[in-house]
Every structure is written in structure tokens, then in C-alpha cells.
């Protein structure tokens, strides 16, 4: 399969920890994005990359949140000192530089934080 | 503010029956709009999209979506729905970010329920 790949499907923490989520996109898009999707909303973007350059992040990026690309391809998405408010679908979606061409998205990172 | 409303949090037919789940959109200059389906706990699919052209687009699994200049909508269709079709639906607006780059921007979603 050569979709995108997000792991771990499903991570549980204590308030207060750490938590790091990886998404792997198609191999030969540029494009990445994060969004977090609460129960009974849509998903809204957290940040966006073309190659390794983070070129918008979303007012909902906390300072505790930080993404990286570092090499252009699989992307990383920390969460610092967790809160309960973070729970939620992480979800990674990548696309081509096409024009108007679709997101592909994984299955998503579901976060429960006790 | 680019942005698209679903004004229906859930939508019921029966299986057989046409089914449509209403999207509207506000945006600035010409619109590019998305229908994704959300399955439990999975991602999002990629349905089809409305770029420029013929105002009905068809996309995956039998869906079409007909946009409408005059009335800022686009209605994700289908002509006979099916038990399977059931599932979350998200409209989404393209916003463009920097020079080159954009994101979507989605609606809050309509659930559809086809009963047998």
C-alpha cells in the first residue's frame, strides 16, 4: 500500500507527558499537512509543509505543539506537557505540487490523554 | 474568510433512493471545493472536486456534486444510495497559503444514514 502512513494508530498518556506522532505521505509528494479532528467537527489544519520547509502554522499550534520535516519526507508532530484538551484524531495528509490537487490522507493518530 | 457550511448534521434515506447532503461555500474569486467520505476511525477519502468547467462533477463510488454560482452551493449527489454509502461526509474550500502552497478548509460534516 502506498498510501499515507500515520503510526501509532491509537496512543494513550498521562496529563503532562510528552507524546510524538510520525506521518509517512506518498512517496513522491511535497506537500504535507497536519490537522486535528475533535468528535462531531471537521478537521482543521494545524500546520503545512512543501519539502522540509514549514511554511504555515495554524493559531491552534500551541508552543507545545511542534511539527518537522527534516529531510523532506516523513514528518513528525510533538505534543509537549499534554493537556486533556489534546485529545483528538491527528490526522496527515500529503499531496502533489499539481495544481488543485487532492489531499490524501492516513488513517490518523487517535490521542486520549487521562 | 473562505469557509463552507453543511447546514444538515445528518441526513436519512433509504436504500434506492437519491440522496443528496448540501454544502455551501463564502469565498473570495473562484471557488475550489471538495466532497471527502470519513469511514470510523479512518482517514479521510477523497470523493471528487469542482475546479472550473461543467457545473456537475462526477467522482468515486457513484457520487456526483452539482455547483451553483448563483446559489454559493455544492451538493454532493448520488442517484441510488446504498447501506455501504453510510458515512461522514465533509465538504472543503480550498485557501491558499504563501506564494504557491494552499490548504482546505472543511465544513463540520453531515453524517448519512441509508437504511435497508
Known amino acids: 500500500d502506498t498510501g499515507v502512513s500515520q503510526d501509532p494508530r491509537h496512543k494513550i498518556t498521562k496529563r503532562g507527558q510528552n507524546v510524538t506522532f510520525r506521518c509517512d505521505p506518498i512517496?513522491?509528494?511535497?506537500?504535507l499537512y497536519w490537522y486535528r479532528q475533535t468528535l462531531g467537527q471537521g478537521p482543521e489544519f494545524l500546520t503545512y509543509?512543501?519539502?522540509?520547509?514549514?511554511?504555515?502554522k495554524s493559531r491552534l499550534l500551541s508552543d507545545r505543539f511542534s511539527a518537522e520535516r527534516p529531510k523532506g519526507s516523513f514528518s513528525t508532530l510533538e505534543i509537549q506537557r499534554t493537556e486533556q484538551g489534546d485529545s483528538a484524531m491527528y490526522l496527515c495528509?500529503?499531496?502533489?505540487?499539481?495544481?488543485?490537487?487532492?489531499?490524501?490522507f492516513g488513517n490518523g493518530t487517535r490521542l486520549t490523554v487521562t | 474568510a473562505q469557509s463552507v457550511a453543511q447546514p444538515e448534521d445528518q441526513v436519512n434515506v433509504a436504500e434506492g433512493n437519491p440522496l443528496t447532503v448540501k454544502c455551501t461555500y463564502s469565498?473570495?474569486?473562484?471557488?475550489?471545493l471538495f466532497w471527502y467520505v470519513q469511514y470510523p476511525n479512518r482517514g479521510l477519502q477523497f470523493l471528487l472536486k469542482?475546479?472550473?468547467?461543467?457545473?456537475l462533477v462526477k467522482g468515486s463510488y457513484g457520487f456526483e456534486a452539482e455547483f451553483n454560482k448563483s446559489q454559493t452551493s455544492f451538493h454532493l449527489k448520488k442517484p441510488s444510495a446504498l447501506v455501504s454509502d453510510s458515512a461522514l461526509y465533509f465538504c472543503?474550500?480550498?485557501?491558499?497559503?504563501?506564494?504557491?502552497?494552499?490548504?482546505?478548509?472543511f465544513g463540520a460534516g453531515t453524517i448519512l444514514r441509508v437504511k435497508s
Open positions: 469542482y475546479i472550473t468547467g461543467d457545473n
Open positions: 512517496s513522491e509528494h511535497n506537500r
Open positions: 469565498v473570495s474569486g473562484n471557488p475550489y
Open positions: 509543509f512543501q519539502n522540509e520547509a514549514q511554511l504555515e
Open positions: 495528509a500529503s499531496s502533489s505540487v499539481a495544481a488543485n490537487s487532492p489531499l490524501h
Open positions: 472543503a474550500v480550498r485557501v491558499p497559503v504563501g506564494e504557491y502552497g494552499n490548504k482546505l478548509v
